[in-house]
């Protein structure tokens, strides 16, 4: 199995920028694909990005494109989300999760495990 602990949230003005890290544990990080989710208060957990073993493949949430780069180090067994222009809908608490899937899945059920999740809290 893989755990998975998330850090770099915070409180941020709007147009700040933020970078979270996810830190996986075990020697196999490199096979699996690795994704950003996020939860606001009452609401469903949405995609964010999503970043494939060896980083060929990557999406993002239209809403975030322009803004948000995902990127993950091996070597270090992390993956990262820049976050850039920030905006108060940004605020929620995100999440970095593992599949064992050939390809990056934009659904929550395509993912094995998940971090515990960061807060991200974005003022007006």
């Known amino acids: 199995q893989v755990q998975l602990v998330e850090s770099g949230g915070g409180l941020v003005q709007a147009g700040g920028s933020l970078r979270l890290s996810c830190a996986a544990s075990g020697r196999t990080f490199s096979r699996y694909n690795m994704g950003w989710f996020r939860q606001a208060p009452g609401k469903e957990r949405d995609f964010v990005a999503a970043i494939s073993w060896i980083g060929s493949r990557i999406y993002y949430q239209d809403s975030v494109k322009g803004r948000f780069t995902i990127s993950r180090d091996n070597a270090k067994n992390t993956v990262y989300l820049q976050m850039n222009t920030l905006k108060p809908d940004d605020t929620a608490v995100y999440y970095c999760?593992?599949?064992?899937?050939?390809?990056?899945?934009?659904?929550?059920?395509?993912?094995?495990?998940w971090g515990q999740g960061t807060q991200v809290t974005v003022s007006s």
């Open positions: 999760a593992a599949s064992p899937s050939i390809s990056p899945s934009m659904t929550k059920d395509g993912y094995d495990y």
